[in-house]
């Protein structure tokens, strides 16, 4: 079973599950579908639809393969949120830089992720758009220190040049594999960390999901 | 029969095993005793392993004789369908009666109630339990038709069959714990078969695929909606909720899709019937292929509408309009149910396990849906939560969702004038019925008067009486007059003459 994080042996593949968060209107689809079709307001897109895009990548000779997971950004769905980026190994967070709603909606997601997810999960902070550079409402200084202090990694990108975005997938599979290496690590012996992935599979209502984790991999 | 055995009577045969051999019978042996229910037990997988074994023959024959595979298969489809349909009827009948029972498992069960527990004991009787053994049947005969060409094939087999038969005695256990025995077992089975594939996990996932179906098939009965959980009473709620909001538009919800292209509308009818049929799977994978299948209808009804591919902004409104649409039956059950028994790695992060997640959300999103997420005032909500009003009777479709908020509006003006107007009209028709019964009435008292007044005065005067009732001052000299008889004997009165002179 290629299950979420499960590594091991070099010869195993990584599956990797990754959600798009974000105000509506932002460039999500734009963006996923630059990185996995690269095209652009086309009217040739293969795919039927982009919410739900796969992606295999070949990393320094690991095979990993991503799942991006798009989520429906508009405010009335936001409460759902907890149910898309349940077990998700990575999380995009995008906003418009010629918009200054939508960086504050990023913030309130940080929050949220933070406080469901803790540290397992990576974030990347996206400010998409940059082709408008002359309308920015979201100083670059402002962004990166932003993302500095939550521990995320922030990423200038435009769907429509196709700047920044293979970057930024690239160092988030990356960063996604270290931390399933750390968890390994952390859990020491197969056994714990099967059942802990399993664990995480139940689609179940329940905030603690986040504490238990944490606190197996401090004490071990 | 259960109201006789209310109180905590029992009948010492009760007690006794049931094959009569004279000792104590138990609740969890099916009312048998130690002895008798091993023997039963014994009998019943040695014939199970008999029928196992009858209908591998019985395969491969028919596989030797027949030329043309896909055919007869074919033709025989339809069959199948309706023989489920019938099998899940009789599977909610058997769940509702059952659940007639359990108040009364602490006593030992009644001989009676025995056969319909389908799903817990040997009662070879039982129609139910033929259908099921027939679905059984099949499911373990395809398994070993699967694992055959594998070397560790019959070891596969062998640690299902016996998992899935150790589930049975595990019936009193939560459905959440079950949940946790089986995914234990994939787990520690899919481990195993990494190891022994040297991690081609394609290969891993199709074996995984086919121990679900086994395992799920033979189980389905009695962990789908089990009594220990309250999926039913959830069932029931979120019914009882989309039915309460039959008047959701496309433009509340802002779905991109335009139903008076043939197509699109083609497409949203087959997505809906896609989410009904979920329920009449009995695998989880089988019900997650229904989902896809109604997700990639949405999705293309949303690409013919829109000229171009769905994100999940366009999809999950989408697929929420389709779940009010469709209002599928046992909705909450099914997703718990998939929730508890699917293989994990297909939930996390498959393709499947998306489209599973959006309709997840599109049913967390139907229970807390309120006015400010259709873009409602709260006045307007409560009216059509109430049905007071509906937005579909004066709104033509196609009307923009910005003009659909005041068309409301006045829609619920007019429905308020219509009831003052209505209320008028039904105070006119009290006064005319209250006008109806005073004539009716005042002719009455009219006629009972005349009667009483005919009757007060004897038969043979009835012309003068008349005449005495309206004209009261001459009649008294006239009566005088009437009793003298010789009255025309008299002569003239006399008449004062006037003499000239």
């Known amino acids: ?220 | 029969m259960s109201i006789q055995r209310r109180g905590i009577h029992l009948d010492q045969s009760e007690l006794l095993c049931k094959k009569g051999c004279g000792f104590y019978g138990n609740a969890a042996w099916q009312g048998f005793c130690s002895k008798c229910w091993r023997e039963e037990k014994q009998r019943q997988i040695q014939e199970d392993w008999a029928l196992a074994e009858r209908l591998q023959r019985e395969e491969e024959e028919a596989y030797a004789n027949r030329q043309q595979k896909s055919q007869p298969q074919a033709a025989v489809t339809p069959f199948n369908k309706f023989e489920e349909r019938k099998n899940k009827e009789k599977s909610s009948k058997v769940h509702t009666v059952t659940k007639f029972f359990t108040p009364s498992t602490k006593t030992p069960p009644k001989k009676d109630a025995a056969p319909f527990d389908a799903h817990s004991g040997p009662s070879p009787s039982s129609s139910t339990r033929r259908h099921s053994c027939l679905e059984d049947e099949r499911a373990t005969q395809e398994f070993i038709d699967f694992l055959k060409p594998l070397k560790s094939g019959r070891e596969i087999f062998k640690q299902c069959r016996a998992f899935t038969e150790g589930m049975v005695y595990k019936q009193d256990m939560g459905a959440d714990e079950l949940s946790e025995c089986v995914q234990d077992f994939y787990q520690n089975l899919s481990d195993r078969l990494q190891a022994q594939f040297k991690g081609s996990s394609d290969h891993v996932e199709s074996v995984m695929d086919e121990v679900e179906k086994y395992m799920m098939t033979r189980l389905y009965k009695a962990v789908f909606c089990p009594e220990s959980t309250d999926d039913e009473k959830k069932d029931l709620a979120i019914q009882k909720r989309i039915r309460s909001l039959h008047w959701v538009t496309i433009e509340m919800l802002c779905v991109p899709v335009d139903e008076d292209i043939p197509e699109v509308s083609d497409r949203v009818v087959k997505a809906i019937t896609d989410v009904i049929e979920m329920d009449s799977k009995w695998v989880p994978k089988e019900k997650l292929a229904c989902i896809t299948r109604c997700s990639k209808h949405i999705f293309n009804a949303i690409k013919v509408s829109k000229k171009e591919a769905a994100s999940a902004d366009d999809f999950l409104p989408t697929l929420i309009y389709i779940v009010l649409k469709a209002n599928p039956p046992r909705l909450q059950s099914n997703i718990q149910y998939i929730t508890r028994f699917c293989n994990p790695s297909r939930l996390m992060s498959g393709e499947d396990g998306y489209y599973f997640t959006n309709l997840c959300c599109a049913v967390a999103f139907i229970e807390k849906l309120d006015a400010q997420s259709l873009n409602l005032s709260s006045e307007e909500f409560e009216l059509y939560m109430s049905g007071q009003a509906s937005p579909n009777w004066l709104q033509t479709r196609g009307a923009s969702s910005s003009s659909s908020g005041s068309t409301a509006l006045t829609q619920v003006h007019n429905q308020a004038d219509l009831s003052v107007l209505d209320k008028r009209e039904e105070h006119v028709r009290k006064g005319a019925r209250q006008l109806e019964n005073d004539l009716i009435d005042w002719t009455n008292e009219v006629e009972q008067k005349v009667q009483s007044a005919l009757e007060s005065f004897p038969a043979g005067t009835p012309a003068p009486a008349g005449t005495a009732a309206s004209e009261p001052a001459p009649a008294a000299p006239s009566a005088i007059d009437s009793e003298n008889v010789e009255n025309e004997l008299l002569p003239p009165p006399l008449q004062p003459q006037v003499f000239a002179g």
């Open chain 1, 1 to 220: 079973m290629s299950s979420a994080g499960a590594a091991g042996t070099s010869n195993r593949t990584y599956s990797f599950k990754v959600v798009l968060l974000g105000e509506g209107c932002v460039g999500k689809t734009s963006l996923v579908l630059r990185y996995c079709e690269n095209k652009f307001n086309d009217k040739h897109i293969t795919t039927l639809q982009a919410s739900f895009l796969t992606k295999k990548l070949n990393i320094t000779g690991k095979r990993v393969n991503l799942a991006i997971w798009d989520t429906a950004g508009q405010e009335r769905f936001h409460a759902l949120g907890p149910i898309y980026y349940r077990d998700s190994n990575g999380a995009v967070l995008v906003y418009d830089v010629t918009d200054e709603d939508s960086f504050q909606k990023v913030k309130n997601w940080v929050k949220e992720l933070r406080k469901m997810l803790g540290n397992d999960i990576c974030l990347c902070i996206v400010g998409n758009k940059i082709d408008l550079d002359k309308d920015r409402h979201v100083s670059v200084e402002d962004a990166e220190s932003y993302a500095e202090s939550v521990g995320a990694k922030h990423y200038h990108t435009s769907a429509k040049l196709n700047k920044g975005i293979e970057e930024l997938f690239l160092d988030l599979c990356k960063r996604m594999m270290e931390t399933a290496h750390a968890e390994e690590r952390a859990k020491g012996n197969g056994a714990s960390q099967s059942a802990a992935t399993r664990r995480g599979v139940q689609i179940v209502d329940d905030e603690p999901q986040a504490t238990p984790a944490g606190g197996c991999c401090s004490s071990g």
